[in-house]
């Protein structure tokens, strides 16, 4: 299912008889309420039945006690265009990862497009398009934030002003271009920050054949806003360096699915431990040579949850209200005013856990029911999660 961003509306939507909601939120990851209210694809109320106006819904759900949460975030993933990437050679892995629970990726740079341009106005048309392109097409209705230019040497101030200027939000890992050195991407980062782009930072070793190592000093001179694959994409730094990293700078700490899994487990860890769990996001850094993996959000989830001895409902909040607060986006959090992107979740048939959360602190995936994205159901039962014990039902 591929949509156009000229969307129908969702007109108002009501979820009813939710069993547990998870807000996105570190400092309350569960909220008491067994209700949503939706007007065109926005929240408008969340409470108890009795305290919401349920009446004329055009779509009214029954969640039948299972799990809502909000949708997924992939902080960190390496489109092209459409749903197809190159990588792997392989067609609709968004609409596959939707089923997956995603509802907005992120991209850390379209680097994997055949013949990727690297000089300075090559690279500023491919990130322009790259972001107009995913603003016009959305593959199984997922946000994809697009056009994230790999800095080179050479550029200057004015071209940052420049693609901010044309729309351009985001910067693609620095340190995947020609700019490696630590005093170099300081100072490009600081251009991309004065006009409200958003950085990421290669951490680690090379991820494929021309690509370089970023190690924690350059890391912490370049000081771009997120720390990105802090466990490596794939190879990690020392365990040692990456707690270093997470006590010596601010900046947000993401851990994705193509890396180290027991640095992963590390740097979480530490982020717990230095008492700043709200600085962690998840991605998955695919497709890549691992594959893609529809279901790399959530077997973060539940590898952190169950390895790192860390509440599920927190995790959760890892892959969405801190993700969506560290990027400023409007979804990730159940909160009236939000984007109604939702994942309808229930234990997996004959997970040994008792609970959902429970399932997933002993390491299973949970079982989708339903996606929803700006309050339209994008899929039923999920084509690629073990399935749910239970799942929500349309009632009209
Ligand atoms: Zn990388």
Redesign the pocket.
């Known amino acids: 299912m591929a949509t156009a961003a000229v969307e129908e509306k969702s007109g108002k939507v009501v979820l009813r008889n939710i069993g547990l909601l998870l807000s996105g939120d570190i400092d309350q990851p569960i909220l008491d309420a067994d209700t949503i209210v939706i007007h065109d694809g926005l929240i408008t109320a969340v409470g108890r039945e009795k305290d919401c106006d349920i009446s004329e819904a055009k779509t009214t759900i029954d969640v039948r006690q299972t799990c809502v949460a909000p949708g997924l975030i992939d902080s960190h993933v390496h489109p092209v265009f459409g749903d197809w990437t190159p990588r792997q050679n392989q067609i609709g892995w968004i609409d596959s990862t939707m089923h997956g629970g995603v509802t907005t990726m992120i991209s850390a740079g379209e680097v994997h497009l055949p013949g990727r341009p690297k000089d300075i106005v090559g690279l500023k048309a491919l990130a322009i398009t790259a972001q107009r392109a995913f603003d016009n097409f959305r593959p199984g209705g997922v946000k994809v934030i697009a056009g994230a230019p790999i800095i080179e040497k050479g550029m200057t101030e004015h071209d940052f002003q420049e693609l901010a200027a044309a729309g351009v939000m985001l910067l693609g ?1 620095v340190g ?1 271009g020609s700019v490696k050195a630590g005093y170099e991407a300081k100072e490009m980062v600081a251009w991309a920050r004065k006009y409200g782009i958003q950085s990421t930072i ?1 951490t680690g070793g090379p ?1 494929i054949p021309g690509s370089g190592l970023i190690d924690k000093d350059v890391v912490l001179e370049a000081d771009a806003d997120v720390i ?2 802090i466990n490596g ?1 794939h190879t990690s730094l020392p365990e040692a360096h990456v707690c270093e990293l997470c006590e010596k700078s601010s900046r947000a700490i993401e851990i994705v699915h193509n890396g180290n899994e027991r640095v992963a487990i590390a740097a979480a860890k530490a982020a717990l431990e230095l008492k700043c769990p709200h600085r962690v996001i998840l991605g998955t ?1 695919g497709p890549a040579g691992s594959g893609v993996q529809p279901l790399g959000m959530l077997r973060m989830v539940a590898l952190l949850s169950s390895l790192a001895n860390i509440p599920a409902e927190l995790v959760f909040c890892f892959a969405t209200g801190n993700t969506a607060r560290i990027r400023n986006l409007n979804c990730g959090l159940i909160e009236v005013g939000r984007a109604a992107d939702f994942v309808f979740m229930d234990r997996a048939q004959h997970t040994a856990g008792k609970t959902l959360l429970e399932s997933v602190q002993l390491g299973d995936i949970p079982g989708i029911g339903m996606v929803m994205i700006d309050g339209l159901v994008r899929c039923t039962r999920s084509r690629n999660t073990p399935p749910a014990t239970e799942v929500p039902v349309v009632l009209h």
């Open positions: 890992e995947l290669h991820s990105g694959h994409g850094d």
